[in-house]
């Protein structure tokens, strides 16, 4: 925003005040905890809170390892967000149901492997198929969702297609509320070396395992996105759409591409939930996606590398944030706050950064 | 419009010429997509259990239940998409005929096929683990609980059928198309509000009525559903005949288009604009309003006084989103203040605040701390871009329902468990409003709907008013020209979120307790529907979206006229956000100037149609090419 010129008004100073005080909160609630990690007795780390418990080195590590885990897997449906707002410039609000979907393909397909008792006996193969399933279901729910409800609608005002995209939202959540019914669909036991914990840092080998699927996920986006001839064309078609038809490049066909990968990422994010929380259910997707969402604006929207790093940072945040600052400040209670710690995150970056820790890549008409 | 259409309404010429085409010479490939929509459309609608669960709602007596309807809509809708066609300009149009009704037939045939698939899919396997209603039950309503040839056979037939009907619109004219169209609504319309008039019926006493429209088992009658087909034919032609007549001026409504769609005011008949019979008809309305619940029973009140709350909740979101451009996700958090703080305030059951005090004076206070929610979440958001601002304020709405839910805040709002034994209503003393007498609440709500509409329909023609509908145009051009942008969208804020507090503080009075999984997301999502249904930015297009959806479907947790719908509520909420994006983004009833800045290309089109057309008729006489513009 250029408004140098501008007046500051009664908002400007209201804003300020409330970034502020947000980051003093912050501060005090981390300085409080810092006070009783040195002395639990000290009077600063008895201020605000008298029976606050600070955290051990082992359960701090495990903490850090989960929020890792999910942030992971809010990184890589965040990449859906982030690169469909690069090329189309309207958040693409059921891509969490894409993701939910993702999860309830790799339910379903993983019961249907144990009761054949696949599952136990060869399972790094049975996790492969699962999750090239989950791929292929969600790339194709990306694609027809593109498809049917968005493409009509290019070059209209950008919340005509995120209203839209909202009502997408809720039809698929129910499309899989009636047709698979109400009921929690729970994935079958993981074999005992995944969930042991390891003597390795003493880390759940599950989430070793999410951690890397990820990772794998991410070198080949990156292969893709940087190497490839439709990465290439991806990224000019986010540069500018207009000049990339102009050079050849059928803007149509790229956009249908950037849905399907988006999609594809958010099937193995689905895997990765089925990992890590072993159970799904037709909401499932609405809170994941809006954290990731939050994810790809934290790390700077259209920037894949920050997507991911906006990710760790939001499941970071909402696994240790309620410990670490909540509750040195007194609140009772705090891990129930989880979803409000993160949603919280997303309103102070946009207070104190708008484009994003790691800056935002918009074609120059999305700038604003 | 067609283009050709719109040239020749132009220049008042006749038509293209036109010819016949043969009964096979048919879009194949079109046949083929479209048969293929419908079979995946009906086999979903098949397994997603609506058939079975509405099997017992009957609709006409021994013939139609709401089961076999659900499976019977779609090839109509598909039999009638085949044959629309567009037709470019320089190109001939085909005359209708047989060929429209064989593409119906053909589509609804192959639609249909989708159908003897699954009757033979689910005689032969069993996938009933993942898909939960590929049973037994679905099979008996598939087959007409006779055998498995019936139902592989009759499916494919009805759907030539249906089909056939929707493509034979475009050959017999729009006039008979829109009686049938007309014919099925009021049957089906006449099926559906059978509880209403059942109840309306009683209050006047002649329930003869009613026991004659209605079978035993709920549904419209054989003789009574041809009464009704036969009455709105009826009706129909008197109202055709009527419009041709000379008094109407001798001007048809239909016909050539640009004369009449421009409307200007000197067009319409002199009877038209006499302000006497807005005024009449507005009298006999409210009259009408203020008389009718005292013949209606308690399941209509509470039906129209949860229309009536979601129409205040409506119009408050309208003035953020319809009027200032505002999409704000987060709306139920207003609703949710407003609710609780009169839940505090007045209830004994309320952990906290000791001294209870009576509804309006917490009716004060919700609207004051909810015109301060409104401040305390407008000002953080006003200076972002429209999406980031919508899923920020989604996040709000969530912050609010989890921070109402947490162990943290349990001393003033009790968690989970809610605020319960809210007191009623006490009107000065005079009467006492509570939730087991509906009407009481309906009266209460009308009150607060009356004033709603009043503050929507002052501020629109505002100051104010002007100045939101010029940030939702362009909000940087606004503020170039002088309005404080700012402010004003902090004052569409502030008001959505008073109104909005209405509607919780009368909720929870009603229904005498509040609880957080009552402000849940989707409240926000269905009153966006709602209002962008009904038409954004206009008031009675808000009224009438809440009337039709709330009153038909139901709010998230409010059961309406079709309460076997509760299941499949959201989905359809959310086809229908869809469907109204893709196709009428302006609503029901638009407002006019939202659609013009929705449908900006097209009027530019047309404006430059306009002014071929001129330029060629200026070029054909001979004249001053100038002299032509229209």
Known sequence: MHKTTKQRTNVDWFLTVLRVTSLAMIAAGLLAFAAQIIDSNNPFARWANPDAISLTGEQFQGLVVTGLAQGAMYGLIALGYSMVYGVLGFINFAHGEVFMVGAMTGAITSNKLAEAGYWESSFVLCLMLVVALSVVVCTITAVIMERVAYRPLRGKPRLIPLITSIGVSFFLQNCVLVLLGSTVKSYPDLPNWLTDKRTFLEIQGSKVLVLAVAALAMVGLWYLVEKTKTGQAMRAVAEDAEIASLMGIDVNRIIVKTFAVGGAMAGVAGILWGLLFRSVIHTTGFLPGIKAFSSAVVGGI?????????GLTIGVAESLGPLMILEPLGVSGPSQLRDAVAFAVLIIVLLVRPSGIFGERLPSEERT | MTVTGKISAIRGAGPAPAHRRRLLDQDWPRLLRAGAVLALGQVFIA??????????????????????????????????????????????????????????AIAGLLGNAGLTLLVLGITHFDIRDPLVNWSPQLLDILEFEESVWLGTLIWPAIGAGTGALGGGMHWAGSRTSRTTVTVLLSVFGTAVLESVITDLTQGFHVEAVSDWLYGPKRGLTYPAAIAVAATAVGVMTGLAAYRASPARDGRTTRGNGAATVGGSESARPAWRRMPTRRAMNLVLTVAAIVVLPLFLGRLTNELLANVGLFILLALGLNIIVGLAGILDLGYVAFFAVGGYSVAVLTSPGSPRFDPEIPWFGALFAAMLLAGLAGLFIGAPVIRMRGDYLAIVTLGFGEIIRVLLLSDWLSGTFNGAQGITNVPGVEVFGLATVRGFEPRSVLYL??????????????????????????????ENVAEAMGVDTVSAKLMAFVTGAVLGSFSGAILSAKVGSVFPHSFAIIVSIVILVVVIFGGMGNIPGVIAGAVVLIGILGGPNQPGLLQEFAEYKILIYGALLVWMMLQRSEGLIPNMRRARELHIDEMNQDVWLRAQAAADDAHNEGGNPRGGRL
Do not use: K
Not at chain 2, 70 to 96: D, H, I
């Open chain 2, 445 to 474: 709500v009308l009150v607060f709907c009356a004033i709603a509409v009043y503050v929507s329909w002052r501020l629109e023609n505002s100051r104010i008013g002007r100045a939101w509908m010029a940030i939702r145009e362009d």
């Open chain 1, 302 to 310: 259209g920037n894949l590398g920050g997507s991911m790093a906006g």
């Open chain 2, 47 to 104: 397994l997603s259990g609506m058939p079975v669960s509405f099997d017992r709602r009957l609709l006409i007596d021994p013939v139609l239940s709401l089961g076999y309807l659900s499976l019977l809509w779609l090839p109509l809708v598909v039999g009638y998409w085949v044959g629309r066609e567009q037709v470019l300009e320089g190109m001939a149009a085909y005359t209708r005929g047989g060929r429209d009704v064989a593409a119906g």
